[in-house]
């Protein structure tokens, strides 16, 4: 995953709003590994993007008392989403279909805290992490 490094940067530092949206370039073929990566990295991105947009609107409506339960929520999801995804590319051998693995998972568990964080303001309750 260090390899690419550089490609989420590059993606990072010139994304305004919804990168699948904006190209498809690398998720177009999936011809190479290299193109895989790269739409692996812009899935992750995109999903990164909306989750920490929908999470800074669940920290601005939320009173003071439940604040340091949502940022703490959030601090813990980032340490399991790594953790679990970094042990789910372990069970591969070859280093390319590793990182695949583990930008797809990242990827998968963000858009399911997306799901969580959308219930929390959908059901207008603030959980407990």
């Known amino acids: 995953m260090k390899n690419h490094f550089c490609i989420f940067l590059f ?46 609107v669940q920290v601005n409506k939320s009173k003071t008392d439940s604040l340091l339960r949502i940022r703490e929520n959030h601090k813990l999801w980032k ?3 790594e953790s679990i995804c970094q042990c789910e590319a ?25 799901n969580h964080l959308e219930m929390m303001s959908l059901d207008n309750q603030e959980q407990k992490p």
């Open 11 to 56: 993606v990072i530092c010139f994304s305004t709003g919804s990168l699948i949206a904006q190209t498809n370039f690398p998720c177009k073929t999936l011809a190479t590994k290299d193109e895989i990566i790269a739409c692996s990295v812009m899935q992750l991105l995109d999903a990164t993007l909306k989750m920490d947009s929908i999470y800074q």
């Open 79 to 81: 340490k399991f989403s």
């Open 90 to 114: 372990d069970n591969y051998s070859d280093l390319s279909t590793a990182t695949i693995n583990e930008y797809q998972c990242l990827t998968r568990v963000t858009n399911e805290y997306i």
